[in-house]
């Protein structure tokens, strides 16, 4: 490893699986990229809304856990270090990137070069860290699951999230018309800056009716990213035949009315799909909403906000400007 690299990096790492309070800041030694790896100093890491789940335990697989534990799926920073086998990037490279492995709460990740792209032109470092999991989720649903068209009618729900308001915006630049139900007014506020035709408050307006308005012969397609008692009712505005996508972990499971059927997916980073995402964004401006910017040390006070009513994604500033 380059001398300039340290041997030591400050990590906000758990001991156990518990609540916020396991968060404890370490010292622990910097990865080393091996093969087709690159080794990224992170500016800015995302803070996803699956990360309580995985503080808790909630999504070990049978294996034997492994502590201290570093998690965090996405963030942007600069490459450092590459593997002997990486052709993709060279040290100096602005990317951002989205990982399943975990290991973004720290101050150096490695991640596969498959799993990283190039920063977008227009977009900043800290905007960059908190696009990977929730754009190439977004992707995912309304690409590959969806098929969206030009024309098409589209529902949103959960528009205002980490998600949501990313696929409002992929959806605006694929050509849909896009309706979104949102949380709060600040929320509907944010996706109608960000380009949707019409938008709710998911808690306080009548969402069946407003939207029966705006799609009478019912919607082609749903992208459903928050559960709740009224998502049913919301999806009975989509016509016979419409697609329906939401990730693994919306709960309760999405249900369409007769003659829809709704497909749950997973966000899984590949180049193919960055490539895809990047050139949906391209080089003109593309928002990111950041609740709030936290520090490593205050992970405990992130993973708390985290349940609270907040727009876009929380993340961490892990280099100081």
């Known amino acids: 490893m380059s001398p300039s ?10 001991d156990r699986f518990g609540g916020p309070e396991v968060f404890r800041v370490q010292s622990l030694p910097v990865p080393k990229p091996r093969g087709n790896e690159l080794l990224i100093q992170l500016d800015t890491a995302g803070i996803g809304v699956w990360d309580p789940e995985v503080r808790e335990g909630e999504l070990m697989s049978g294996e034997r856990p492994r502590f201290p534990q570093v998690i965090g799926n996405d963030g942007a920073g600069t490459v450092v270090a590459v593997g002997d086998k990486v052709r993709r990037f060279s ?31 227009a ?22 699951q969806l098929r969206l068209q030009r024309g098409e009618t589209l529902i949103v729900l959960g528009a205002s999230g980490g998600i949501g308001h990313i ?6 630049r694929m050509g849909a018309r896009v309706f979104a139900v949102a949380s709060g007014a600040d929320g509907v506020e944010l996706v109608r800056r960000l380009g949707a035709e019409e938008a709710v408050d998911g808690r306080h307006d009548d969402v069946v009716t407003a939207a029966r308005a705006f799609a009478p012969s019912g919607f082609d397609a749903a992208l459903v990213l928050a559960g709740g008692p009224d998502i049913a009712r919301a999806l009975a505005t989509v016509r016979r035949g419409a697609r329906i996508a939401y990730p693994n972990g919306v709960e ?21 799909a960055f490539d895809r995402l990047n050139r949906i964004i391209g080089a003109s401006p593309f928002h990111v909403e950041i609740g709030r910017i936290y520090r490593l040390e205050d992970a405990e006070s992130a993973h708390r906000e985290l349940g609270r009513h907040h727009l876009g994604k929380l993340a961490f500033k892990v280099r100081p400007s």
């Open 5 to 14: 690299i340290p041997q030591a990096m400050k990590a906000a790492a758990i």
């Open 91 to 121: 040290v100096g490279a602005r990317v951002y990137a989205y990982t399943m492995k975990g290991g973004f709460y720290a101050e150096y990740v490695t991640v596969a070069e498959d799993e990283a792209a190039p920063v977008p032109p």
């Open 123 to 144: 977009m900043t470092a800290q905007e960059a860290g908190a696009l990977g999991a929730d754009g190439i989720t977004a992707l995912r649903g309304l690409d590959d």
């Open 167 to 172: 696929a409002v915006q992929l959806a605006k």
């Open 252 to 272: 309760p499971t999405p249900e369409g009315p007769e003659g829809t059927s709704a497909i749950a997916y997973d966000g899984v980073p590949s180049a193919e």
